[in-house]
């Protein structure tokens, strides 16, 4: 079992940076590939960004590639997502998303909502002038 958290949303203008965290808890993080999505009032929920369990492989929604970028800290149970250049249609609540991964597919990424075990409750992010 493992619980999410995400923390760090806020209210922000265009162009400004934003960076978000996911503090897990328990003692196998590094054994799950770890992924970011967000949805806006009214839509589904779309994928953001994935890393792989060691952190050496990413992807990115063509949405938001160059702009944010996502990273892992093993040791301390934690996976950012740094957002740059926000633009108010990345308003949205963001979530982190756990899925245990085998070793031999340490440097597996997924995309999907349906590939992600574990979910956290959430963090809001509003970009407006």
């Known amino acids: 079992q493992v619980q999410l958290v995400e923390s760090g949303g806020g209210l922000v203008q265009p162009g400004d940076s934003l960076r978000l965290s996911c503090a897990a808890s328990?003692?196998?993080?590094?054994?799950?590939?770890m992924g970011w999505f967000r949805q806006a009032p009214g839509k589904g929920r779309e994928f953001v960004a994935a890393?792989?369990?060691?952190?050496?492989?990413?992807y990115y929604a063509d949405s938001v590639k160059g702009r944010f970028t996502i990273s892992r800290d093993n040791a301390k149970n934690t996976v950012y997502l740094q957002m740059n250049i926000l633009k108010p249609e990345d308003t949205a609540v963001y979530y982190c998303a756990a899925r245990r991964t085998a070793d031999q597919l340490m440097g597996a990424l997924f995309s999907s909502v349906n590939d992600y075990t574990y979910w956290g409750q959430g963090t809001q992010v509003t970009v407006s002038s």
């Open positions: 328990g003692r196998t993080f590094s054994s799950h590939a």
């Open positions: 890393i792989s369990r060691s952190g050496a492989s990413t």
